[in-house]
């Protein structure tokens, strides 16, 4: 067989939409990055709650003291912004990247930050929700989760590169 007659490799096509099981796999490899930096953030309230002149025993504390709101709300916070900043650069975090996952606006460009901030903020709801809008693309006729659509932006994923 004469290789000018051998038709060219097809371009990779289009992305597309991501699976509900590569996502969920996403979240998993995401765990760490965010558990490393709530670790960090707990760390440094833990040295200011100690300069500020509180001693290191362990005194009986409302389980859900002012500061322990304060710690949720930046953990929460501090890990929104890995995942906007992740994905405005890059389109990824890097629990996405290994599955060739990125998030992308509807139209396909990059999202803005208030669009990627909605996306976090409900995808939070979303888990707090027992995985409820996660679930959702099982049944949406376009496979799509409840911030994918409260943001307009969608996640998807590559092809292989040969």
Aim: charged content about 15%; aromatic content about 14%; hydrophobic content about 50%.
């Amino acid at each position: 067989m004469n290789s000018a007659s051998t038709p060219p490799p097809a371009p990779a096509s289009n992305p597309a939409r991501a699976l509900l099981g590569w996502r969920l796999l996403a979240l998993v490899y995401d765990f760490f990055p965010a558990l490393a930096l709530w670790m960090l953030l707990s760390s440094a309230f833990t040295l200011g709650y100690t300069f500020l002149g509180h001693h290191a025993t362990r005194q009986k504390v409302a389980p859900f003291s002012a500061l322990q709101w304060l710690l949720w709300l930046c953990c929460w916070a501090v890990t929104g912004a890995y995942a906007t900043i992740s994905w405005r650069r890059g389109g990824a975090t890097l629990g996405m990247r290994p599955w060739r996952l990125r998030v992308v606006s509807a139209k396909g460009g990059a999202a803005s930050f208030a669009a990627l901030w909605k996306r976090y903020a409900v995808g939070t709801l979303s888990l707090l929700l027992a995985g409820a809008g996660f679930w959702w693309a099982l049944f949406d006729r376009e496979r799509l989760t409840w911030h994918d659509r409260a943001s307009d932006t969608r996640m998807l994923r590559g092809s292989k590169n040969p």
